[in-house]
């Protein structure tokens, strides 16, 4: 084992949460160590055009992504069942290396509704107790909206979002979501300019009565300086978001916003190809002394530290949690437990329009081009009707047509030889795609532990997920496929095709890589791994930062809540820093 000398903080992970902590960090003058198991990597040497426009390398060989042959999770959708392993990239996609996967994702940047932080009891309190299932375990999440909002606005202007306001301090603004809840500036950078898709999918909503908006997108609109100096370029429009690295500087990653200043800041170290084992806590289990990791060449190395902040991605943070003795495992047979309770997802499902007199565009695409309607996300329509609660957002957009993944026919249509091709000449980029975006309700049943009998190269436990779609989830499900269909039929197309992720659930297809919970956030010890600020109740000096503190996931993509969730956070370690070793207020 080799020691290293005491740092004040020690970050696992930096991806986005990681990065901001070290950069907000840093700046106060502390010793910050930020750990990270892939390698090093930068915009310039590692994703130049045309090189990075590489369908085989980034989609099909996955290589922003984790090496499963090494690590992986298992899976299986009921406790009776047996686990296995994922041996191949499918439901969500693993990050690996700097930037984590805030370098992969694609950008879509929304805030969640006031009635997201307060599931349970807006949802009590509107509809009675029994529109709440009797295993469903939703909570509230110790936070409002508006304790959220200068935190989405700090977040929304390090990124640069491009973007329309439709609710500035209370007043509707023509062009932007009227569902949304105030905000108390407009983005920072105009919306992105709609393309063919986007104009078609609006003038179908509108004609249903609807109101549709521009996507919130973290790929700019047009150049920007943010407010530590980080310059970003617009988009081009290139359809190589998702599963890529920008080569352009046009995407907000940690690469392109917070890891600039971070490595500028004189007290702070960054190490790669160090992946964390555990946390070392004392033998009462109530304070952590630091970290063990392996680095590069294969040595433990002990780092210790004053305070410990687990960066990782959602599976991640909850295994680490688990392996290091940090609070109690869940037990779904008892509902006992904190670490490991609450798995949730996203709720997806794909419609699509084909036109054959018209071409689209397709390809001129962005990772968060898009035109929304909300009329049906979190609680802005009446669930009373309806045998569910919750719901998402419907969106017409194209993130690019590229020649392996994005090829879409209608149903029906021959899957492969003569007629196949045939049927791609038809009716390539003839099609508006449209997306149903739902949340994802927690569960009893649905947990994250340690696997009992698989176990990475290192010869510790895999995380074993236990998951399937709540019923709640498939009747929103059902209800937003109709919604979007209605869209579609506005369209007047020549044919159609809609796709729904297999129920049980499968970790096959890819759906999203929105995965949350298992270290969840609360005002409760007995039901919440960490406090409001992110905070372990039961190692008060372990923050764990990220989705996996999400109660349950809404109907947005996380990311932009991720972010604001870690400056909220860290305002708390503030305020531990300056008086150790108790757990923080407020």
């Not at 984790?66 to 690590?71: C, F, G, H, T």
């Not at 298992?518 to 406090?531: E, L, Q, R």
């Amino acid at each position: 084992m080799v020691d290293m000398p005491k740092a004040d903080v020690v970050i696992v992970g930096m991806g986005w949460t990681g990065s901001i902590c070290a950069a907000e960090l840093a700046k106060t003058g502390l010793r910050v160590v930020g750990l990270e198991r892939g390698g090093f990597r930068d915009t310039a040497s590692d994703f130049p055009a045309p090189n990075v426009l590489d369908e085989l390398k980034y989609v099909r060989r996955g290589a922003l992504f984790q090496d499963l042959s090494r690590d992986t999770i298992t899976f299986r959708n009921r406790p009776d069942q047996q686990a296995l392993p994922m041996r191949r990239l499918g439901a969500f996609l693993l990050g690996d290396g700097l930037g984590g996967a805030g370098v992969h994702w694609n950008g879509q940047q929304y805030r969640f509704l006031p009635s997201d932080f307060q599931m349970r009891s807006h949802n009590t309190q509107r509809y009675g107790a029994g529109a709440i299932a009797d295993d469903m375990t939703i909570q509230d999440w110790g936070v409002t909206y508006d304790d959220m909002e200068p935190h989405y606005d700090k977040f929304e202007y390090l990124c640069g979002t491009s973007g329309k306001a439709g609710n500035l301090n209370g007043q509707i603004q023509e062009g932007g979501n009227p569902f949304e809840a105030p905000r108390k500036r407009e983005y920072p950078t105009p919306p992105m300019k709609m393309n063919t898709v986007q104009e078609r999918f609006i003038q179908g909503a509108r004609s249903l009565g609807l109101k549709p908006f521009p996507q919130p997108s973290a790929n700019l609109s047009q150049a920007y300086t943010n407010p530590d100096g980080a310059e970003m370029q617009p988009c081009t429009y290139c359809g190589h978001c998702e599963r890529f690295g920008c080569y352009n500087w046009s995407k907000a990653s940690p690469l392109t916003t917070t890891l600039p200043v971070a490595l500028r800041q004189p007290t702070f170290e960054l190490r790669t190809g160090a992946r964390v084992l555990r946390v070392e806590l004392t033998p009462d289990k109530k304070h952590a002394t630091g970290v063990v990791y392996v680095d590069g060449l294969g040595q433990e190395v002990r780092q210790p530290a004053d305070l410990v902040l687990l960066c990782a991605f959602q599976i991640h943070n909850v295994r680490l949690m688990l392996l290091s003795g940090i609070g109690t495992p869940y037990d779904p047979a008892t509902g006992q437990g904190q670490v490991g309770r609450n798995f949730t997802y996203q709720t997806i499902a794909s419609t699509y329009a084909f036109i054959q007199r018209e071409r689209f565009d397709n390809f001129a695409g962005a990772g968060a081009l898009g035109a929304v309607v909300d009329e049906y996300n979190g609680d802005n329509f009446d669930h009373g009707p309806h045998g569910f609660i919750g719901g998402g957002y419907i969106t017409g957009q194209n993130t690019g047509l590229r020649p392996i993944e994005q090829i879409v026919l209608p149903d029906g249509a021959p899957r492969w030889g003569r007629g196949w091709k045939e049927a791609v000449n038809t009716w390539y980029d003839r099609f508006v795609p449209i997306l149903c975006h739902g949340g994802s309700t927690a569960r009893r049943g649905n947990y994250v532990s340690l696997d009992p009998t698989w176990t990475d190269d290192m010869g510790q436990p895999l995380a074993r997920v236990t998951f399937d779609f709540p019923e709640n989830d498939e009747k929103m499900r059902g209800f937003l496929i109709a919604r979007a269909q209605e869209i579609v039929r506005a369209m007047n197309p020549d044919a159609t095709r809609t796709t729904r992720p297999p129920n049980p659930a499968s970790i096959v297809p890819y759906q999203t890589t929105h995965i949350c919970g298992g270290a969840v956030m609360g005002t409760d010890p007995s039901n919440s791994a960490v406090n409001r600020r992110l905070q372990s109740w039961d190692v008060p000096n372990v923050f764990s930062i990220g989705a996996s503190a999400f109660p349950q996931n809404a109907g947005y993509n996380p990311t932009n809540t991720v972010g604001a969730i870690t400056y909220w956070s860290l305002d708390g370690v503030r305020n531990y820093l300056r008086a150790p070793g108790r757990l923080v207020e407020g």
